[in-house]
């Protein structure tokens, strides 16, 4: 809701420094609740883009080797003494930049009577917000009910879905496998494994044909215990995931590109006229100065693109550093069995 009335607000200690109106710091505040809410912004490949367009190269033709014969000393020869030439291609990955953007919209006398720092407790949720936009963005923008900005590359499991390389067996183990698979036959690794924390219950209802249970965590040298095949789980936050359209979407997360255009900016505006509805539609206009609001403006812009570049061991031509496996019907066996 982007107008915060007193009835919103739960009494706390007073905050040391007072309520006040937004400190220009706050800024940096949001981006640092975005990253941490961010599985993207914090796992992908993440680069400053000095304008709003940048063109990223990506390796699109392997060079040619080939073995040389000596050459007679008489001169003579055949074409296997010739020395083969050879080139190397490069296409571009265009990043470009879009906004994202929200304002949020206080009644003075609440920011006067407010027994908390006001700011400091809305700045995290702004940031946990834009997180949540940026992650289903990248993992489902371009899929059914999931929008993304014409310039931005379709999401990873939108990609993995175009591309076929959806495991869609219902057995976890075989599903997982096969989308490991589908990555390491064209030549990459799979480093992370995405999906929301229920995929936990699913992998620790998975059991083999003695009922023992398969998936058992390990601690890692570097502390973190939920892996798969040795890549890092890493859990997106629920809101953000489709869980209709899969369990779970694994990458090579260097070949994922987030462009960052301009750091979080932040505005207090206190005379504009602001349209509130939900619709967009004008039919709940706020003046500002007449009603005696304050808003806090935030802006970020950011790119998302993703680079594959050729690799030897490419089986399939159009393969790409993406899969998923789909939903899968063992969670729900699982809850039910431990229900009755």
């Not at 379709?154 to 591309?163: F, K, S």
């Not at 602001?274 to 500002?288: M, T, Y």
């Amino acid at each position: 809701m982007p107008l915060i009335e007193r009835a919103d607000l739960v009494a706390h200690s007073t905050a040391p420094d007072g309520p006040g109106i937004v400190p220009i710091q706050y800024s940096q505040d949001i981006i640092q609740a975005a990253v941490e809410a961010s599985v993207a912004m914090r796992t992908f490949r993440t680069m400053r883009m000095p304008t709003g367009t940048t063109n990223l190269p990506v390796l699109s033709a392997l060079p040619n080797v080939g073995w040389v014969n000596e050459t007679p000393l008489t001169g003579a020869g055949s074409t296997d003494t010739i020395k083969p030439a050879t080139d190397q291609g490069w296409s571009n990955a265009v990043l470009t930049a879009e906004e994202l953007a929200a304002i949020v919209v206080i009644p003075e006398a609440v920011i006067d009577d407010a027994s908390v720092n006001l700011w400091a407790e809305i700045t995290p949720r702004l940031g946990e917000a834009i997180a949540m936009v940026v992650d289903e963005t990248v993992f489902f923008g371009g899929s059914s009910g999931h929008p993304k900005p014409a310039t931005f590359a379709d999401g990873l499991y939108t990609q993995a879905a175009a591309a076929g390389q959806v495991a869609n067996t219902g057995a976890l183990v075989d599903d997982f496998n096969t989308a490991f698979g589908y990555i390491e036959s064209a030549g990459w690794d799979v480093s992370n494994v995405y999906g929301t924390r229920l995929i936990k219950t699913t992998l620790r209802g998975t059991k083999d044909d003695n009922g023992a249970p398969i998936y058992l965590e390990s601690f890692r040298d570097d502390g973190r215990t939920d892996s798969i095949y040795g890549a890092s789980i890493d859990y997106v936050a629920g809101q953000a995931w489709d869980s209709s359209l899969a369990l779970s979407v694994l990458a090579d997360a260097d070949k994922a590109i987030l462009g960052i255009r301009q750091d979080m900016q932040t505005k207090v505006l206190d005379q504009a006229t602001i349209d509130i509805s939900a619709a967009k539609d004008g039919s709940q206009l706020v003046n500002l100065a007449q009603q005696d609001l304050v808003a806090l403006r935030v802006r970020f812009r950011f790119a998302f693109t993703t680079a594959v570049p050729v690799t030897a061991r490419a089986d399939d031509a159009d393969a790409i550093p993406f899969s998923a496996v789909a939903p899968t019907v063992i969670k729900s066996a699982t809850t039910k069995a431990a229900k009755a």
